[in-house]
């Protein structure tokens, strides 16, 4: 998962408030149910002693959202100040997770965080076509109309003014979709979109494909959603869902198989467990931080979030006299944000000592 949405925490001072709670709504009483999650999870917060100001942060955001449709999950980040991340989940939590600490609790959030990265839609036509921008839950959408006409044949040869009519035809499409192809390779340098999701008639869509630049076409899936102008949304969203879903899947496995690969040759771009993690930390090393089950393990923290070692003595030994105990599962994911490392929750192809590893951007200069 990228780091992006979860940068804006860097800065903000706790405590925070970390909310992760069951707010499915496919059942007769799903309201009342949800009054009931909400209270139980403010109470909760209250007995880790939150005071009155946060509590009511968190319980107008609980209260204050439409009701969602179907099964899922809430991630919830929350200060005094007011709401710092709020975000569906995939699947909902077994059981609420209420904590109250120094810094936020990523992990749920990026195991079960609907993965949204940046991507563009393209309904085209040989008339033009619809561009939309989705980028961190938001759309900026633009329609690009090509001036070429006639795009359809004349219905009789005789047709006064159009010369061949078929010909004509055939080359105002062309013509239009070269334009659509021009727009949409500028969208595609100014966003910088993961995925390129293409909808629209086979033949709109191919004669397109084959005028875009390879940069572009490779990272296009097409979409039998509609044709411009009647997509049907729900198919779309759905198939959508489903490749960001299994796309999800291809990325885990590629995280593992890299690690596995650079682990085993010793190349000092893997590193697994608290010390080998925390000194990659440090040196803003990291690439990847591949998180998995930390349990109740601790690291102490020195006068900077990613200033992270597994002992008071290794800090000490660095020059950092002010260290503070906190929970790894809280501090080393906060630390990857931080400079700008992607997380990534490891499911049973990695099982990585302490239940922490790293791919790395290079091998740092100081020993674990």
């Known amino acids: 998962m990228q780091p992006s ?4 925490l860097i800065d903000v001072p706790g405590p925070f408030a970390s909310v992760f709670v069951d707010d499915s709504h496919d059942t007769a009483d799903a309201a009342k149910q949800a009054e009931l999650r909400w209270r139980a999870v403010t109470e909760d917060l209250a007995s880790h002693g939150a005071d009155d100001q946060l509590v ?3 319980t107008d955001a609980l209260t204050g959202a ?27 939590p077994d059981a609420p997770i209420v904590r109250l600490s120094a810094l936020p609790y990523l992990v749920p959030a990026v195991v079960h965080g609907v993965d949204d990265p940046p991507y563009l839609t393209v ?8 561009i939309t921008v989705h980028r961190a839950g938001r759309t900026r959408a633009v329609s690009v109309e090509g001036d070429r006409y006639p795009v359809h044949k004349a219905s009789s040869a005789e047709s006064p003014g159009y010369g061949d009519p078929q010909r004509t035809a055939e080359n105002a499409r062309m013509k239009n979709v070269q334009e659509v192809a021009e727009d949409v390779t500028a969208t595609f340098e100014d966003a910088d979109p993961d995925v390129v999701f293409v909808v629209g008639e086979v033949r709109s869509r191919a004669d397109l494909l084959a005028l875009l630049p390879q940069r572009v076409t490779e990272k296009v899936v097409e979409v039998n959603a509609g044709a411009r102008g009647s997509v049907d949304a729900e198919a779309l969203a759905h198939d959508i869902d489903t490749h960001l879903r299994l796309r999800r899947v291809d990325v885990i496995d590629a995280a593992a198989q890299r690690f596995s690969a650079e682990i085993n040759r010793d190349s000092g771009l893997a590193t697994e467990g608290l010390d080998g993690v925390c000194a990659a930390l440090r040196e803003g090393a990291v690439e990847t931080l591949i998180i998995g089950d930390l349990g109740e393990a601790t690291v102490v923290m020195g006068d900077s979030a990613m200033t992270v070692a597994p002992t008071p003595e290794v800090l000490s030994e660095l020059g950092s006299a002010a260290t503070t105990t906190v929970r790894a599962d809280e501090a080393l994911p906060f ?26 951007r290079y091998a740092p200069r100081t020993p674990a």
């Open 5 to 8: 949405r979860f940068r804006a």
């Open 56 to 58: 009511g942060v968190v």
């Open 66 to 92: 439409p009701a969602p449709v179907g099964r899922g999950g809430r991630a919830l980040i929350a200060t005094r100040d007011g709401v710092h991340l709020d975000q569906r989940l995939i699947r909902p």
């Open 123 to 130: 309904a085209v036509d040989h008339s033009g076509a619809d």
């Open 335 to 360: 630390a990857a944000v931080g400079i700008d490392a992607d997380l990534l929750g490891m499911d049973e192809r990695l099982s990585p000592r302490d239940g922490i590893a790293a791919i790395l």
